[in-house]
């Protein structure tokens, strides 16, 4: 398979139709090799317009999805950054491009494995692959200018607004049901606000569904 070519389709076909304008998103996903961060047996749908599953329960977010969180959260060269449920690390691939330090975790150690080792045969050398639950976000490397969820959540925990830095971004889409809407939540001060960016649906990450409600 012509991995190069089926980058530029996908670039063509699923990011810049989906008004995604930054140029640098584009050179990002248009040279990384995504291929690298699924199954081998799953390569040959790595540039599909879908979420990749990459081991049980674990999904990579479609390529328009991702492009059009990170053109919302406008990384900058000189920031930090969190990719909260990172499985294999493409999206913090993608953000170790765009800014100074990154950080991918996840609460299965085997995908951390596999996003360090990959992230560094990318020759990423500013993004890191640690373990943890979804949830907790990363205190240690804290606070960050931006932080992305790899995946849906029903809820958005405390944690991750407790970890952003003054002026810091949010991006994550929350599914309600069916539905689901991407949200950038911005700290200023003391104060979270969010404003929705575009609808979406991918799969809820583990250990970020409501709580059951039980009735009588």
Request: proline share 6%; net charge neutral.
């Amino acid at each position: 398979m012509d991995f190069a070519r089926a980058r530029d389709m996908m670039v063509e076909s699923q990011v810049r139709t989906a008004d995604v304008t930054d140029p640098r998103i584009a050179h990002a996903m248009r040279t990384l090799p995504r291929e690298r961060f699924v199954p081998a047996q799953k390569r040959a749908i790595a540039y599909g317009d879908l979420e990749v599953e990459i081991a049980p329960g674990r999904f990579l977010l479609r390529p328009r999805d991702l492009a059009k969180l990170l053109q919302a959260l406008a990384p900058q060269s000189h920031e930090r950054a969190l990719e909260v449920a990172g499985a294999t690390g493409y999206g913090a691939a993608v953000l170790a491009t765009l800014c100074k330090e990154v950080v991918a975790h996840d609460i299965n150690p085997d995908l951390s494995f596999s996003a360090r080792a990959t992230l560094e045969s990318c020759g990423l050398t500013n993004a890191k692959a640690v373990t943890t639950a979804a949830a907790e976000g990363w205190r240690d490397d804290g606070p960050y200018d931006v932080i992305l969820l790899n995946g849906a959540a029903e809820i958005v925990p405390d944690a991750w607004l407790e970890q952003l830095a003054p002026g810091g971004r949010l991006g994550v889409i929350v599914r309600q049901g069916a539905a689901g809407s991407a949200r950038i939540y911005t700290r200023a001060d003391d104060a979270v606000a969010y404003r929705t960016a575009f609808d979406a649906a991918p799969p809820v990450v583990a250990g970020l569904q409501k709580p059951a409600v039980f009735t009588l």
